[in-house]
């Protein structure tokens, strides 16, 4: 069965860094599209960045120019670089995978940003 097990969440300082790490199992793995999603307290889940199996990227406007997602194919990971972090970044991040149109989640990784 498919399994997403993300890591590398914790507690940084604004302007800090962090890389998140998502470890896929049960499918292609580089036959899919991966995403990160993220959950602050009290607000929805929202897509964060998303890479397609050919390796086009999106970004949400909030992260443009400071997170960077990447994916290798052949550990099936993907991974959110994240930079200049604020505290509005703070959230429950999530990997996410669509396939045969059935979404996957993983548990998710906190983020805190706070000084």
């Known amino acids: 069965q498919v399994h997403l097990v993300e890591s590398g969440g914790g507690l940084v300082q604004p302007g800090g860094s962090l890389r998140l790490s998502c470890a896929a199992s049960?499918?292609?793995?580089?036959?899919?599209?991966m995403n990160w999603y993220r959950q602050a307290p009290g607000k929805e889940r929202e897509l964060v960045a998303a890479i397609a199996n050919g390796g086009s990227t999106y970004y949400t406007d909030s992260v443009k120019g400071r997170f960077t997602i990447s994916r290798d194919n052949g550990k099936s990971t993907v991974a959110l670089q994240m930079n200049s972090l604020k505290p509005v970044d703070t959230a429950v991040y999530y990997c996410?995978?669509?396939?045969?149109?059935?979404?996957?989640w993983g548990r998710g990784t906190l983020v805190t940003v706070s000084s």
């Open positions: 996410h995978v669509i396939i045969f149109g059935a979404p996957y």
């Open positions: 049960g499918f292609i793995f580089s036959n899919y599209a």
